[in-house]
């Protein structure tokens, strides 16, 4: 399993409020996803990176932004939330290593909840 | 353009019995099929995947699959339930060639009755 990691787990905050979620791996992966899922329903690609300084949007249209200013790090961030961004948020990266398919791993979700 | 479907949103098990989750699959060329696992308020968890060799794949937690290229499928399976088996279940596929993302299914969610 890879080593990926969220923060914050759980945010509650107010509409128009700026907020950044945090995703870092230390496995080195070049490919990085953030997926927003919202509670027992499919995933949906927003953003992904294949690596520094390369960000693309996903198949779900998002007002969120991404960056990729370092390999390990890949924060997404809401200028202004608002109750529909309320949802999990869900950052991965993909193994590069030949014959892996290159395999996604996950971290454990970042819930957001706007009031 | 690559798809996977998931035809059950619910499958339902009694604990010990054998159960299957089903995926097909549309992609062009050659596909690495993946399963992942989604217990509540977690992330996705890798089971096990299909890259190429013995369709039959064996994963984490004695969960196995078999890639039919025929049929296009990808089903999970498990000779024996158990209640923990319970969750959320994502087949998901990509092609071998090119550069695209994962694509995921919808999910399928399994309980497992005592």
């Known amino acids: 399993e890879a080593d990926i990691y969220q923060t914050p787990r759980y945010l509650v905050i107010g509409t128009g409020k700026k907020i950044t979620l945090e995703c870092s791996q230390t496995?080195?992966?070049?490919?990085m996803y953030w997926y927003q899922q919202d509670p027992g329903m499919e995933l949906h690609l927003i953003h992904y990176?294949?690596?520094?300084?390369?960000?693309e949007k996903g198949d779900l249209s998002s007002e969120s932004t991404v960056s990729r200013i370092r390999t390990e790090h890949f924060p997404l961030t809401l200028e202004s939330a608002r109750p529909s961004h309320t949802s999990q948020y869900l950052c991965?990266?993909?193994?590069?290593?030949?014959?892996?398919?290159?395999?996604?791993?996950f971290g454990e979700g970042s819930w957001l909840t706007v009031v | 353009a690559q798809s996977v479907a998931q035809p059950e949103d619910q499958v339902n098990v009694a604990e010990g019995n054998p159960l299957t989750v089903k995926c097909t699959y549309s992609?062009?060329?050659?596909?690495?099929l993946f399963w992942y696992v989604q217990y509540p308020n977690r992330g996705l968890q890798f089971l096990l995947k299909?890259?190429?060799?013995?369709?039959l794949v064996k994963g984490s937690y004695g969960f196995e699959a078999e890639f039919n290229k025929s049929q296009t499928s990808f089903h999970l399976k498990k000779p024996s339930a158990l209640v923990s088996d319970s969750a959320l279940y994502f087949c998901?596929?990509?092609?071998?060639?090119?550069?695209?993302?994962?694509?995921f299914g919808k999910g399928t969610r399994l309980s497992v009755i005592a």
């Open positions: 998901a596929v990509r092609a071998t060639s090119g550069n695209t993302p994962l694509v």
């Open positions: 992609v062009s060329g050659n596909p690495y």
């Open positions: 299909y890259i190429t060799g013995d369709n």
């Open positions: 496995m080195g992966h070049d490919k």
């Open positions: 991965a990266s993909s193994d590069p290593r030949t014959g892996t398919g290159n395999t996604i791993y």
């Open positions: 990176s294949y690596g520094v300084n390369s960000t």
